[in-house]
């Protein structure tokens, strides 16, 4: 969509990039120094630190004696299974990866998990000794370096932090320039990880493109406040629609094609072309029935927008759609599932109609609203890119595919059908003239047209005007006190590119750039120790709206009164009522649930043929688990929701796929549900059994690895290379579980599936969707099940052998169904809110929870317990805490 910046102006580009790579090289100079400084002296404390055992002592440790006792004869020379030996490990933490070996083996006999239970046991008094003797140099260790360095590293921020501090500081929200930039890496499945974020030459010249973009489009291109239209495209008029009515050598099939329909009847001229398609202006109250009606999807080949409308400028708009629904005879006795355009009559159906907005081939999703038998108007507010278009989506409808399709939702006497009459669009609509991302870059100057879309900035005193047009703009875009010696580079910036030859507007866009390039905006700097009200500010701000600090924040830091405690709770109140706070609630649970996942794969177009093409359900999926988490957050709910709740975010979409009756409509709400349904919590959403299987199977091992690591927080090696992937039987023979019992008999298999397995097992009642089930499907042989997909194919797949949900935890506990698994992982509740706890830290503060922040993290489920873990009493402690206010 856009083209590269370098390639349009390159000795520009060679310019600014010669700038930044200078600026880069500073602010990462005593970065590389102090981490060659920690190199040396970790190294120094390594060399001092004698192994656990292997150095002859006069009296054993008691930490030797509890591995001679319990853990040699599994981990020593002459056998050290999965090649550890202990008896001749040293011990230096000072050494990241020997550090990280004591932690796990602190973890594992702290669980329980070693030595296993097959040997004989330590004592409780025992195991607690070894712990905290082994803990408390792991804790110094981590201390120490905590308090040289501070737990986080200097980090960019991520491509999307990056899209919402430019989108705000320009107040520019159709902004579209996160897939302008490479995408970030990844550390404990987070985008936010400073040690994962890394800076290359691509990286800058993709920020250099991004922010020239952003700048020029947030620029105003008239010279005076445009009047706001208002503009109505009758659907009679437009070519897409009225194209669609023809049948053709390439389509004779009603189900592809338009209907002209005036109120509820056909309109027969218009269809027969025996009369005009529209009266137009000369009829105005016949032409408000005018309508043309759908029986399928927007899709290949059968797309109707409103193509003679094109946002003029990207900006902020009202849509009004008027629409209703109709119904469609059949067209004859024995093709009752082919629609007769000649007789239609009043809908009998509520739908839900998507709205996308078009550039090219490329579908944004708008909103939805919905449509009922009585013609009524929508209204949406959207943020629409030059150029893009409107399409509407009646989201329920099937999308024909050949050969021989057939309607699913085709009745005896008819079928469903959505009429649109008119698409009225009001704006660009300004809440302020000039734009503020206009009067932040150029003040209060007037511009002058140059060209189609093209201005330039009249100044009235070259310097004055440069200098301070800049400061001001580097003072609003940098989050912390500027100095003059801070904007001077950009003023220097400024004026080299006049010197080659750049106009007074052009100059500005490139000091701009700089600025929106440098390390001073594109990395969130913090220092060791307490943070400085700004830093915290930033940190609070880039939790909970992802985004930079506003006027507010930025005024308590410039006070220093940010970080007293009564001010820190109720600005984050604040920005958690901020309206932005979905930003917030969207990343965490696209990286933690892995919710942008959730359309990665495609349902089976044979084997789940009623999931394949069905958008709407994916959007409504990722919808559902955004709302209940937003939901336990607002309501302070305590987490053990997550596993179980009583009750579900749902629309008439995902009510229909969760057997749910009397729910109508496409909005989200909260639905309660009957006793001992196995519905609620995250374990049983679409969306998190979407992405836990690939289309066409389930696999109970990758959905026991999801729970065991995101609900319950217990990491999961990666399997071993050479054991291959158990592949699933589609044809029925046999089930996942009897090829895992096989996959078992393997020790080595069995040391990691005998505590991931049992949790995918109870969830194994649900197919790749999340529909529920007591059979699985299987291609072959068999008494097919009859119905039609959402593809117009008949169904081909047969219900084969039953489901078993049943299982063992490893420690034991059994249970029979996924009612039952629930039940179990909430006889702990402090986990599963020690779990959410720990994601939380790692997205806000930048860094994993390490050995050392353990204490801090009991500390903040301390401070929420009286609320039993509510989601947002542990937000408020975590912002409270050391972890928090501290690098």
């Given amino acids: 969509m856009h083209q590269d910046w370098n390639s349009k102006n390159k000795k520009k580009a060679s310019r600014i990039t010669a700038f930044l790579t200078l600026l880069w090289r500073r602010s990462f100079l005593s970065l590389a120094f102090g981490s060659f400084a920690l190199l040396l002296f970790s190294a120094f404390l390594g060399h001092g630190n004698p192994p656990v055992v292997a150095q002859a002592q006069a009296k054993p440790s008691p930490l030797q004696l509890f591995m001679k006792k319990n853990c040699f004869a599994c981990h020593s020379k002459t056998n050290a299974s999965g090649g550890l030996d202990l008896s001749s490990t040293a011990f230096r933490p000072a050494n990241s990866d020997n550090f990280n070996l004591w932690v796990k083996v602190h973890d594992r006999v702290s669980s329980g998990e070693m030595p296993p239970k097959s040997f004989p046991q330590p004592s409780l008094a025992s195991r607690k000794v070894f712990l905290a003797l082994l803990a408390r140099p792991l804790i110094a260790v981590s201390d120490a370096q905590v308090k040289r360095e501070g737990r986080s590293v200097l980090r960019r921020m991520n491509r999307y932090e990056y899209e919402n501090t430019v989108r705000d500081l320009l107040d520019s929200p159709w902004l579209q320039i996160k897939e302008m930039l490479p995408e970030d890496g ?94 137009g202006v000369s009829n105005p109250a016949k ?53 007769s355009r000649k007789q239609l009559s009043a809908g009998r159906t509520q739908e839900s109609v998507s709205l996308y907005a078009q550039l090219s081939q490329q579908l944004r999703k708008l909103s939805t609203i919905d449509v009922g038998p009585q013609s009524s108007v929508g209204e949406v507010e959207v943020d629409l890119l030059k150029g893009e278009t409107v399409l509407p989506d009646a989201a329920r409808f099937f999308r024909s595919r050949p050969p021989d399709w057939h309607n699913p939702l085709a009745q005896k006497d008819g079928q469903p059908g959505v009429a649109f009459g008119w698409l009225e669009v009001e704006g660009p609509i300004y809440r302020n003239w000039p734009t503020r991302g206009q009067s932040l870059m150029f003040g209060d100057l007037p511009v002058k047209v140059v060209g189609k879309d093209r201005v330039e900035v009249v100044y009235k005193n070259l310097d004055a005007d440069a200098i301070r047009l800049i400061h001001g703009f580097v003072k609003r875009a940098i989050r912390f006190q500027v100095h003059e010696e801070d904007v001077q580079p950009f003023v220097d910036l400024f004026y080299t590119a006049r010197g080659a030859g750049a106009n007074f507007t052009d100059a500005l866009i490139t000091a701009y750039t700089g600025v929106l390039c440098s390390p001073a905006f594109v990395t969130l700097e913090e220092k060791a120790g307490p943070l400085q009200d700004h830093a915290l500010a930033s940190r609070l701000s880039y939790f909970l709206l992802n985004s930079e600090p506003d006027a507010e924040l930025r005024l308590l830091a410039d006070k220093g009164k940010l970080h007293e405690g009564a ?226 194919q008949a169904f081909v797949f047969h219900a084969a052998l039953p489901v078993d ?83």
């Fill in 287 to 339: 032409r408000e029935l005018e309508a043309m009606g759908v029986v399928a999807s927007a899709y290949e080949p059968l797309q109707p927008h409103f193509d003679k409308f094109r946002a003029p400028v990207s900006g902020h708009y009202k849509l009004r759609l008027k629409a209703h629904t109709f119904w469609a005879a059949p067209d004859n006795e024995k093709h009752w599932w082919r629609p």
């Fill in 567 to 792: 001010t820190l709770s109720a600005q984050a109140e604040r920005l958690l009522s901020d309206p932005r706070a979905h930003r917030f609630v969207d990343a965490f649970l696209d990286y933690w649930l892995d919710l942008r996942k959730t359309g990665n794969t495609s349902p089976d177009e044979i084997l789940y043929p009623d999931y394949y093409l069905d958008d709407y359900l994916v959007e409504s999926s990722i919808e559902e688990s955004r709302a209940f988490f937003a939901e336990l957050m607002h309501k302070n709910l305590p987490a053990r929701h997550l596993v179980a709740s009583d009750f579900v975010m749902v629309n008439e979409r995902l009510a229909s796929l969760y057997d749910l009756p009397g729910v109508q409509g496409s909005a989200i709400r909260r639905v309660s549900l009957p006793p001992n349904s196995v519905r609620g919590g995250l374990l049983t959403q679409a969306s998190v059994l979407k992405v836990t299987s690939n289309g066409t199977t389930t696999s109970p091992v990758l959905r026991g690895a999801w729970i065991t690591e995101r609900i319950l927080g217990r990491p999961v090696p990666p399997p071993p290379p050479s054991i291959p992937a158990v592949e699933p039987d589609i044809r029925g023979a046999t089930t996942i579980r009897e090829q895992l019992a096989k996959h078992r008999t393997d020790a080595t298999c069995n040391s990691c599936h005998a505590r991931i397995d049992p949790p995918g097992f109870a969830l194994e009642s649900f197919d790749v969707f999340g529909g529920w089930r007591d059979r699985y499907r299987a291609l072959g042989e068999g008494l097919k099940t009859v119905g039609y997909g959402k593809n117009g």
């Fill in 186 to 279: 990844l550390s404990a499945r987070f985008n936010k990880v400073g040690s994962a974020l890394d800076v290359s030459h691509v990286q800058m010249s993709r920020y250099l493109s991004a922010a020239d973009y952003a700048l020029r489009e947030a620029m105003t291109k008239q010279s005076s406040r445009p009047e706001k239209t208002t503009q109505r495209f009758y659907t009679r008029e437009q070519r897409s629609f009225v194209g669609s009515a023809k049948f053709s050598e390439f389509n004779g099939s009603p189900e592809r094609a338009t209907f002209p329909i005036l109120g509820n009847e056909a309109d027969l001229p218009a269809l027969m072309e025996t009369g005009p398609m529209t009266v």
């Fill in 805 to 887: 949900a049943s299982g063992s935890l490893q420690d034991g506990r059994a249970f029979k169904d996924v009612r039952d698994l629930k039940r179990l992982l909430l006889q702990d509740e402090r986990q599963i809110a020690r779990n959410l706890t720990r994601q939380l830290v790692t997205y806000a503060t930048g860094t994993t929870v390490r050995f050392g922040d353990r204490s801090k993290v009991e500390a903040i489920l301390d401070r929420a317990k009286p609320s039993g873990y509510g989601v947002k009493s542990l937000i408020h402690a975590l912002i409270q805490s050391e972890l928090f206010r501290n690098k």
